[in-house]
């Protein structure tokens, strides 16, 4: 039987506006989802050029079909890590090509170094 794990979903929270008219961020919103099933993804290191002493994390989380919100902007902490960067905006797949109980491949990943 596949067993999913707890994570926590950070949700950035705009409080308002600077004078230019971008978004002020205050504290994000942290969000419990149960049943997400983990992958570590795979670890690379940066290309020597660019970052010498940097490393690429990453983790491929299967969210459950029970979960209905966006991720697009949101972080991740997996087993109470720090939050990792949500890449793109995952979408679910349709219920009818997910049989089991996850529809949404998230990507998340850190640049270290």
Not at 57 to 64: D, E, G, I, M, Q
């Amino acid at each position: 039987m596949i067993v999913g794990e707890t994570v926590v979903v950070h949700t950035p929270q705009v409080v308002g506006t600077d004078p230019g008219g971008a978004p002020i961020y205050g504290a994000p919103a942290t969000t419990t989802v149960d049943d997400v099933l983990v992958a570590p993804g795979a670890r690379d290191d940066v290309l020597e050029s660019n970052r010498p002493e940097g490393v690429r994390v990453a983790w491929t989380l299967h969210f459950p079909k029970t979960f209905a919100g966006s991720l697009r902007g949101c972080s991740v902490s997996v087993r109470g890590g720090d939050p990792l960067r949500v890449v793109g905006d995952p979408q679910p797949y349709t219920d009818a090509n997910t049989p089991t109980r996850w529809n949404r491949p998230v990507e998340l990943e850190a640049v270290n170094g």
